[in-house]
């Protein structure tokens, strides 16, 4: 009975959905408040509508409903409860639904923080989220129910992926895919600007805060992810390049655009089509990623082909939805005009390069991406692209692009000086540069690619703080904290972000450099000695878990001579499906990480419970996911700003902004 | 006039870098794309000697041995018609299994025996590589053999 409610009102928000497409925008055209008007309260109880069938899906997970089939296939009565509600998003379907609850959860949120807007401009975004929902919602209902049922249905359920089930996979896909959605809503706002051929500052500061929300739960989500992969696949890496990592890479590119050319649309009014084409580009990477992930596309194109269907839906849909939106760009971007102008050298012109610098990069991942896939569909044979293709083109491109980062918040505005940047940062750049010589010698090892990064990462970092004691220092009168007062939340966001670029570089640059990875063989008892520390072995202790059982492996780590703790690396087999899993152990710091995982038992005449084991040392890692964090909690400071807050006054752009600030 | 040179410029400036891209893609590409051969290309000698390359199909059962002292393991990758020696060091996935899919990337060693550098986990047990598959499919089209039917699930991975 619950799984038939959740898919009638499937049904109904369908029916919502598909008002709230139309009607408003119909009414925007023809100047009709009442049409407009509909609008508000159809997103609310659209999100009502899809909340709820969530929430009968989620039921049917957590009670193990084994007559709906989709439960039947990916959970399992013997999980705990907390890995069966996280089940309903580890499906197809499911994934499919928790997408839609974001959408209509962010078209909702925008219905409740627009009240300074005008009429048709919420009617026009509401309508354009709607439309997005209906595309989504037909593509639930007829390819994809994922309240089908199963008859007879089945006693036990088929388990979810023993990969899936970790603290960090409940969280991450709500994460991931608030951020892919939420670009939705800076996607909406452009497609709006388009239609009513109008874009100026104070559109760019209503889409501002959106934009910067949705990319810092994209940062974070990619963020968990990656630190999942790091604990869970048991091979101690955090970035693969494998094809569903950049998947939510391109968007999270596209995005950092888009935030960038923003604030130059809002501050200078300048950038207008430009933005409106990233905001285009950043929702249908999304989109893509989002298909490409889901419908199996990646794993195989043939995968087409055991669901037609499916396959040709998501085509039919990007499409449109791409092919639609450009045609519009195409024909109204005249309308929505340029700007005005700024010397060669100035902040517009770092942003702009900043711009070109991550869309190409961006462009390479998706070549790099696309390119295995279309040489399989063109039957020219099957060719992978791996790591060390985006390697050899990504890095020399955001090279250059950090190292700008630097200098574009202290230049200013319209017109700056390089002999005025080179007396503000000189400074800077000597003791980024002296350090990163001298830094990798005081680790061990000197290294040109670790001097260079390290180079890059001290160079964003001082210039950073530079940047923040000029500006204190420029304010000429008052107390430090009536001078820290002066200066906007979205100025400091900026900060802390760019400070989190230097602390993630610092990760990889270390990482790369002088992690120590050894994969041996070790006896009980044995001791081995990795990078300064000794590991010694003392066997494992079988054990077992709610839904599986374990070996769990006791490793002593002691540094010179001194026992600092035991950690106890698992592997476990799953019990439903018989899958392995293997549970590293980390012994997490500061400055690295030590990271044992166990292989499988060698079973020899000679040894007995010898194992073989992966053991290693990776420097600062944790670093890497910190400056994630950094720049996603620089992102969430900066929508506190007041501005976004307050209500704007009409025809007074660029801004009518409280603070003296020219902030980023 | 001038805002009109600026923007030459800038565009200019846009497409060096796009040219500078494209220079980077290409010289990766030539470097970097790793081909797939199955068992019965590379025994045709279809496969290039000396540079990287994968191989996939299924582990053949009962070919899987481990030297005693050290992590170095020797199997067999079959797609039913032909059959490769492989030796590779260092810990195998989880889901490496006799008589399951395999994908092997590495080269050619001059007794014809593949020495891998990676041997590729998949997240899912009920997943095939579908290079392993194509494999098996391809000497299955030619006839070479027959063989039971594979049983393959389309589930994605996550």
């Not at chain 1, 950043?282 to 396959?311: I, K, M, N, Y």
């Not at chain 1, 992978?384 to 574009?408: D, E, Q, R």
């Not at chain 1, 010179?560 to 549970?583: A, C, D, F, I, M």
């Not at chain 1, 073989?612 to 950094?630: E, N």
Request: charged share 15%.
């Amino acid at each position: 009975m619950i799984p038939e409610l959740g898919h009638f009102a499937l049904i109904l928000a369908l029916c919502v959905a598909l008002a709230q497409g139309v009607l408003p925008v119909v009414g925007a055209w023809r100047n009709d408040a009442a049409l407009m008007s509909v609008a508000k309260p159809a997103a609310r109880l659209q999100f009502l509508l899809v909340a709820f069938a969530f929430g009968c899906l989620a039921y049917a997970f957590v009670t193990s409903d084994f007559s709906v089939q989709n439960v039947a296939q990916h959970s399992n009565s013997r999980l705990p409860v907390y890995y069966r509600f996280a089940a309903t998003w580890g499906s197809h379907e499911g994934s499919l639904l928790l997408w839609m609850l974001m959408l209509s959860g962010w078209a909702c949120a925008v219905t409740l923080f627009s009240r300074n807007l005008p009429r048709s401009v919420i009617a026009r975004v509401l309508a354009v989220m709607g439309l997005i929902g209906v595309g989504f919602l037909a593509f639930l209902l007829f390819t994809s129910n994922p309240f089908a049922r199963l008859t007879p249905a089945a006693p036990e359920g088929d388990d979810l992926n023993p990969l899936l089930q970790d603290p960090g996979m409940v969280i991450h896909p709500p994460m991931l895919y608030m951020g892919y959605v939420g670009f939705s809503v800076a996607f909406a706002f452009a497609i709006a600007a388009l239609m009513a051929g109008r874009l100026d500052a104070v559109w760019a500061r209503w889409s501002r805060p959106w934009t910067t929300i949705a990319w810092c739960f994209l940062t974070i989500g990619i963020a968990l992810g990656s630190a999942w992969a790091y604990y869970t696949l048991g091979w101690g890496g955090w970035w693969f390049w494998d094809p569903v990592e950049n998947a939510s890479f391109l968007p999270w590119l596209t995005g950092t655009a888009l935030i960038h050319s923003l604030a130059v649309t809002e501050k200078r009014g300048t950038f207008k089509s430009w933005t409106v084409l990233l905001a285009i580009v950043a929702f249908s990477l999304s989109l893509l990623g989002t298909f490409l992930v889901r419908s199996g596309v990646l794993t195989s194109v043939h995968a087409f082909a055991s669901d037609p269907a499916r396959g040709v839906f998501i085509l039919m849909f990007l499409a449109i939805v791409v092919g639609g939106s450009l045609t519009l760009y195409a024909a109204r971007a005249r309308a929505v005009g340029g700007g005005a102008s700024f010397g060669p050298i100035s902040r517009e012109s770092f942003l702009l390069a900043n711009n070109i610098l991550l869309v190409v990069a961006m462009a390479s991942v998706l070549l790099g991406t696309l390119y295995p896939l279309i040489i399989d569909a063109l039957n020219a044979g099957k060719i992978s692209v791996g790591p060390p293709y985006f390697n050899a083109v990504f890095y020399p491109l955001t090279a250059p692009l950090v190292f700008l980062m630097a200098l574009g918040p202290i230049a200013a505005w319209r017109n700056a000086s390089l002999p005025d940047l080179w007396t503000r940062l000189k400074w800077a750049l000597g003791v980024a540069v002296v350090t990163a010589l001298l830094l990798p010698i005081a680790l061990g090892r000197w290294s040109p690619l670790v001097a260079f990064g390290m180079f890059l990462a001290l160079w964003v970092f001082v210039a950073t703080v530079v940047t923040l004691v000029q500006r204190l220092r420029s304010a000429h009168h008052g107390t430090l904290m009536a001078k820290l007062r002066a200066n906007s939340a979205s100025w400091y966001g900026m900060l802390i972000a760019h400070v989190g670029i230097a602390v993630f570089i610092v990760g990889v640059t270390l990482v790369k450099g002088y992690e120590v990875e050894r994969d041996l063989k070790m006896d009980v008892g044995q001791s081995v000695d990795v990078a300064g520390d000794t590991f010694t072995f003392r066997g494992t202790t079988p054990a077992d878990g709610p839904n599986y059982s374990a070996e769990i492996g006791a490793f002593e780590l002691s540094r010179n001579g001194k026992l600092l703790r035991t950690l106890k690396p698992e592997k476990r087999t799953y019990l439903v499906s018989g899958q392995p899993g293997t549970w590293a152990a980390i012994d997490t710091g500061l400055f690295g990480d030590r990271y044992i995982s166990l292989g499988e038992p060698v079973t020899d005449a000679g040894a007995k419970g010898a194992w073989s084991v992966r053991i290693y040392v990776k420097p600062f890692v944790d670093w890497i996911w910190a400056g994630c964090f950094l720049m996603a909690l620089g992102g969430f400071i900066a929508v506190a700003d007041r501005r976004y807050r307050l209500a704007p006054k009409r025809k007074s752009a660029p801004a009518p902004v409280a603070v003296p600030s020219a902030a980023d | 006039m001038k805002a009109r040179h600026r923007r030459l410029a800038w565009i200019g400036a846009g497409i060096a870098v796009l040219g500078v891209a494209v220079a980077l893609v290409l010289s990766a590409f030539q470097s970097n794309l790793v081909f797939f051969f199955t068992p019965s290309q590379v025994i045709a000698k279809d496969a290039p000697q000396g540079r990287a390359f994968r191989i996939g199909g299924l582990v053949e059962s009962g070919s899987l041995k481990r030297d005693s002292d050290s992590l170095t393991v020797h199997f067999k990758v079959t797609d039913t018609a032909q059959t490769i020696p492989v030796v590779y060091t260092g810990l195998l996935p989880d889901l490496f299994k006799e008589g399951k899919g395999v994908v092997a990337q590495g080269s050619l060693l001059p007794d014809g025996t593949f020495r891998a550098t990676e041997v590729l986990a998949k997240h899912d047990e009920n997943y095939m590589p579908p290079e392993a598959k194509m494999a098996v499919e391809q000497a299955h089209q030619k006839g070479m053999m027959t063989m039971r039917s594979m049983r393959e699930s389309d589930k994605p991975s996550p």
